[in-house]
C-alpha cells in the first residue's frame, strides 16, 4: 500500500496518540497522520488536505463526532473516504446512529492496536 | 417491564466495576490489575499529590464515575498508555488519566444494556493537588473499589444519585 493520509479526531491528546500508534503497528509503510482537537479542527484540516480514513471520536466539546461526520458529508468534504468512529459509546442506538451520520466503521474503546489494524485495512482495501 | 430501579442489584454489583477495570488495564494499557482490599493505601495518601477524574452520567442514570490515584500511578498510566516517560504529573498525565476515567465509565455501563443505550457520558474533569477531599451526594448507591497495577493502586468509584 501506498501512502496513506490518515486524519484523527479526538479533543484528547493521548488518545490521538495510541491511535497513531495503532495505525503505524497496522504495517502501513508510508503514513501521514494529521490531527484535530475537536470536530470544528477537523473540518478545517480537511478544507486543505486530502486524507485516506478519518478516525473520529464521538463524545466531544463545541462539536461531537457525529455532528462531525455530518458535516463533512453535507459539506462534501472527503468524498468517499471512511470515517470511522473511536468511542466509549456502545450501544446498538450509537452504532446505528454512526452508520446513518455516515461514518463506515465503529471501535469501541477500550481497543487493541490489531482491532484498528483490521478495520482500518479492511476499508482502505475496499476504497 | 422492569425499570432500572427493579435492576438495582444488577446495576449495583461490584463485579461490573472488577470486570471494567480488567478489561481497560489489559486491553488498553496492557497491563493486568486486580483487587485490592485493603483500602487503606489509599487512605495513607492524604496529603500527597494525587489525581482524581469525573466523568458524570446522565439519562436514566445520574450520577459519577470517579477516578483517584497518586502522582506516581498517574505517571505510570501514562506511560503505559503513550509509551512516553514522565517526571510529574504534566497536561499529558492528566489527559491520559481523564481518558481512562472515561473508558472505565463508558464499559461499566455497557454491562447492562439498558445503561449502555440510555445513559450519555459527560466529558472528563481532572483534578489534581494534595490536599482536598471530594464529597458528592450519592442517595442511591455508591460502588468503591481499590485495585493493584505495576506496585501502585488506583480506586475507581461508581455514584449514584438518581435512576429513573
Redesign the interface.
Known amino acids: 500500500m501506498s501512502e496513506v493520509r490518515a486524519l484523527i479526531v479526538d ?5 490521538r ?2 491511535v497513531e ?1 495503532s495505525l503505524r503497528q497496522a504495517g502501513l509503510e508510508s503514513l501521514v497522520i494529521f490531527e484535530a482537537g475537536s470536530g470544528i479542527d477537523g473540518l478545517e484540516v480537511l478544507r486543505s488536505k486530502t486524507v485516506d480514513i478519518i478516525l473520529s471520536d464521538i ?3 463545541l462539536m461531537d463526532g457525529l455532528e462531525f461526520v455530518r458535516q463533512i458529508r453535507s459539506q462534501r468534504l472527503a468524498e468517499g473516504v471512511p470515517v470511522v468512529m473511536i ?8 452504532v446505528k446512529q454512526a452508520i446513518e451520520a455516515g461514518a463506515m466503521g465503529y471501535i ?5 492496536a490489531d482491532q484498528v489494524k483490521r478495520r482500518v485495512l479492511s476499508l482502505l482495501t475496499a476504497a | 417491564m422492569l425499570t432500572l430501579r427493579d435492576s438495582l442489584k444488577v446495576v449495583a454489583d461490584p463485579r461490573n466495576l472488577d470486570e471494567s477495570a480488567r478489561e481497560v488495564f489489559e486491553t488498553m494499557l496492557g497491563v493486568p490489575c486486580s483487587n485490592q482490599s485493603d483500602r487503606a493505601l489509599c487512605d495513607a495518601d492524604q496529603g500527597m499529590e494525587s489525581v482524581t477524574a469525573v466523568v458524570g452520567f446522565g439519562g436514566i442514570l445520574s450520577g459519577a464515575c470517579v477516578f483517584r490515584c497518586n502522582a506516581l500511578a498517574a505517571r505510570r498510566i501514562a506511560e503505559c498508555m503513550t509509551g512516553m516517560e514522565f517526571s510529574a504529573v504534566d497536561d499529558i498525565v492528566k489527559d491520559g488519566i481523564g481518558e481512562i476515567c472515561n473508558m472505565l465509565a463508558g464499559t461499566w455501563k455497557s454491562k447492562v444494556p439498558d445503561l449502555a443505550a440510555n445513559c450519555g457520558l459527560s466529558v472528563p474533569a481532572v483534578i489534581t493537588g494534595s490536599d482536598y477531599r471530594l464529597h458528592v451526594q450519592a442517595p442511591e448507591f455508591t460502588v468503591c473499589r481499590t485495585y493493584s497495577f505495576n506496585n501502585t493502586y488506583f480506586e475507581m468509584t461508581i455514584i449514584c444519585d438518581g435512576l429513573h
Open positions: 479533543d484528547s491528546s493521548v488518545m496518540k495510541i500508534r463524545n466531544m466539546p468511542t466509549t459509546e456502545s450501544s446498538e442506538e450509537h469501541r474503546k477500550p481497543f487493541t
